[in-house]
């Protein structure tokens, strides 16, 4: 079975430009979390899905991050436009449930 | 509000001895509890989670961790560590209700000496 995956690995991007992450979470897995670590922080939830619908976006750091989840299965979070706090490890984690996300690689997305 | 704590940023050990990485939650009801190790260049993997019941639970590689209430603490252990072990830890408490989005811990980062 495969796992969380996340596409690119790394991003180098300037700042005021737009990157897209893309999240394939485990097959008939209905929640889908992204999470975000900026350097020498804590990990932080930033949204959640159950299917296509957001069931919780307290975390979105403003409106220049946009998430979607395409039919229920891979979700994208565009970053538009990017600015230097905005580097950090993106997260993407999945659950059939409540017991027990698993975790992607994560992108780590630098703006310069 | 919720909120985990790691006081140790870096623990350094020595290949053989014993490990104890430290981990304080608040929270206001009993919540669930997660161990997670990213090695360098990897994703998170589950070392072990507590739901319920008995209070010491036994994870993958060898680690356990005790859940105590009264404490409010969910230490991870593991007697005799191998070098293979040099990552970064994480406690998380998930939520039990809502989303059941986890709350994640700074991290300790952990140096194995041969």
């Known amino acids: 079975e495969a796992g969380v995956t996340q596409f690119p690995s790394h991003s180098v991007i300037e700042k005021g430009q737009t990157v897209t992450l893309r999240c394939d979470p485990i097959s008939g897995h209905d929640n889908l979390y992204w999470y975000r670590r900026v350097m020498g922080k804590e990990i932080k939830f930033l949204l959640h899905?159950?299917?296509?619908?957001?069931?919780?976006e307290s975390g979105m750091p403003n409106n220049r991050f946009l998430a979607e989840r395409t039919g229920g299965t891979y979700s994208t979070l565009k970053v538009q436009p990017a600015e230097l706090e905005d580097s950090g490890v993106y997260f993407c984690?999945?659950?059939?449930?409540?017991?027990?996300?698993?975790f992607g690689p994560g992108t780590r997305l630098t703006v310069l | 509000a919720q909120s985990v704590t790691q006081p140790d940023i870096h623990i350094t050990v020595s290949e053989g001895a014993s490990l104890e990485l430290r981990c304080n939650y608040s929270?206001?009801?009993?919540?669930?509890l997660f161990w997670y190790v990213q090695s360098p260049g990897q994703g998170l993997q589950l070392l072990l989670k507590?739901?319920?019941?008995?209070?010491l639970v036994q994870g993958i590689k060898g680690f356990e961790a005790e859940f105590k209430r009264s404490q409010s603490s969910f230490n991870l252990r593991k007697p005799s560590v191998h070098w293979s072990d040099a990552a970064e830890y994480f406690c998380?408490?998930?939520?039990?209700?809502?989303?059941?989005?986890?709350?994640f811990g700074t991290g300790t980062r952990l140096k194995v000496l041969a």
């Open positions: 998380a408490v998930g939520l039990t209700s809502g989303t059941y989005k986890y709350i």
């Open positions: 899905f159950v299917k296509e619908s957001k069931q919780d």
């Open positions: 984690a999945s659950s059939s449930g409540y017991r027990g996300q698993f």
């Open positions: 507590y739901f319920s019941g008995d209070t």
């Open positions: 929270y206001g009801a009993t919540p669930y």
